[in-house]
Structures are given as C-alpha cells and as structure tokens.
C-alpha cells in the first residue's frame, strides 16, 4: 500500500519532442489524464537548450522524423551531453531499418504511433522501471545462457555479441525463457510476462495463445537474421515453450 501511495504522488516524468504541434498537445494531455508529467518541445534543439529538465526527468519520448535534427541524432548528441535516460521512439515510420538504428543507439523502445494510448501509457510506464532498476544495478550486471548475453540495466539482448533488436515485451520473453532454460514454460505463462497476470485476450478468453505465437515467431526471425542456425527457443504442441537444455549454466 506504501509503494502505491508513492507512485500515486511521483508520476512518471517524460520529456516530448514532436514537431506536429497537433499531435505533441493531444499526446500530450491524453499522458497527463494518465497521470504522467509531460514537457513537450517542438524540436530537438528545444530539448537541447533545456537539458537541465532532464535532471528530474524519468524517460525521453522522440519523433523520429524531427526537423533539422532527426530523432536518431539527437539521440547522439543526447548521449553525448551525458544524458543517459530511457529513450522511446514514438514515430509514424515505423520501418524495421529504423528501429534496429534505434536499438543499436541504445533506445529502449520503438513504438508506431498507430499502435494508440493504450500501448504507449503501458511501455512508457516499462520504460521508466527500467530506468529505475537501471540505477540500483552495477553496470556491468549481466545474464549469459550460451551464446545469450542478457543486460536488465538496458533490457538488452545479445547473441553471439550482436543486439538483436528485440523491444521491450520481446526482452522479457527472452529473459523468462532463458531464465528457466530447460523447462517449458505455458502460453499463459509466457503471456503474463508479455502483458500482466491475468489479462484477458480475445476469443473467449483464448486469444492469448495466438499472441505469444505471434510475439514468438517474431523473436525468432530476429535471432535468425543474426543466426540462420538459431534454434533455442523449442515448441511443444499445447504445451508451450522453452529455450534449449543449457549447457553453460545461466550466470
């Protein structure tokens, strides 16, 4: 009850750069009805002419498409003023080329804005946790299961060294999985990571199955394009999913 009370009184702090004034302001209240606490800018250089806001800020959202500095790069020059916060790419080009560049900058999510409120309040509230436990965890903190390098500071995934690009409900599938390497684990299981214990999905209540295949068969074919030879995710029909035996114990 005391950890309610605290989170009801310290929202969730987020800096907004969207050069779509329509859309920065509708974003922008709809976030604060849900109780978040929004500083918009127009532009990049905005942010970058107010970094001391990022003091006492909990996550940065970024447009991609901003003008004069794009969203990637101001992500750069962000990391470069030693402004280290949790960065979500909130954007209307949502292409896979995009969004692995955002990965490999160290943003932790990317989001097309088609997906509407709902998803973004859920992994905005995901990306600030993970800022959060990003502070009382060393740095170089780490799970290794084989060839798997997991990094909860950044929720990171790396195979064979690579990032793989997986967003952020993807990197805790991983980390369930490989967490429990060895044991299959439900589709409902699975599926509380994914979303939270209890979560109704469609189809009387069955849709959950459909989305955690889904979700799996993405993690794969992003391994895959590091590994044409991954296959450490195994399935059991009605059953679930597990990642493979270890032979490298889970450090």
């Not at 209240?29 to 127009?42: I, M, P, Q, R, Y």
């Not at 903190?141 to 064979?160: D, F, M, N, Q, S």
């Not at 059991?236 to 597990?242: D, E, F, K, L, S």
Request: aromatic fraction near 8%; proline fraction near 3%.
């Amino acid at each position: 009850m005391l950890i309610s009370l605290t989170l009801k009184t310290n929202p969730i702090r987020v800096l907004f750069v969207e050069d779509d004034e329509d859309y920065r302001a509708t974003v922008g209240d709809a976030l604060s009805e849900h109780g978040f606490a929004v500083h918009s800018f127009a532009d990049g250089d905005s942010l970058l002419g107010s970094l001391d806001t990022a003091a006492d800020a909990d996550v940065i959202v970024l447009d991609w498409g901003l003008p004069k500095i794009s969203g990637i790069d101001l992500l750069r020059q962000l990391r470069r003023h030693g402004v280290n916060l949790p960065v979500v790419f909130l954007t209307g080009h949502a292409l896979i080329a995009h969004e692995r560049e955002a990965f490999a900058r160290g943003a932790v999510d990317f989001i097309d804005k088609s997906r509407g409120l709902e998803v973004l309040v859920r992994r905005l509230r995901l990306a600030a946790e993970t800022g959060k436990a990003g502070s009382d965890l060393r740095p170089e903190e780490r799970l290794v299961c084989g060839k798997l390098i997991l990094r909860p500071t950044v929720h990171r995934a790396y195979w064979k060294e690579v990032d793989v690009g997986l967003t952020l409900g993807e990197y805790d599938t991983v980390h369930l999985l490989a967490s429990n390497a060895g044991r299959y684990l439900t589709y409902r299981a699975i599926y509380d990571r994914m979303r939270y214990r209890g979560f109704v999905a469609g189809l009387e209540g069955q849709g959950y199955r459909i989305n955690v295949r889904s979700s799996i068969r993405r993690i794969r074919r992003k391994f895959c394009k590091l590994d044409p030879t991954f296959s450490e995710i195994e399935t059991a029909a009605a059953v679930g999913y597990r990642w493979r035996e270890l032979t490298v114990p889970l450090a």
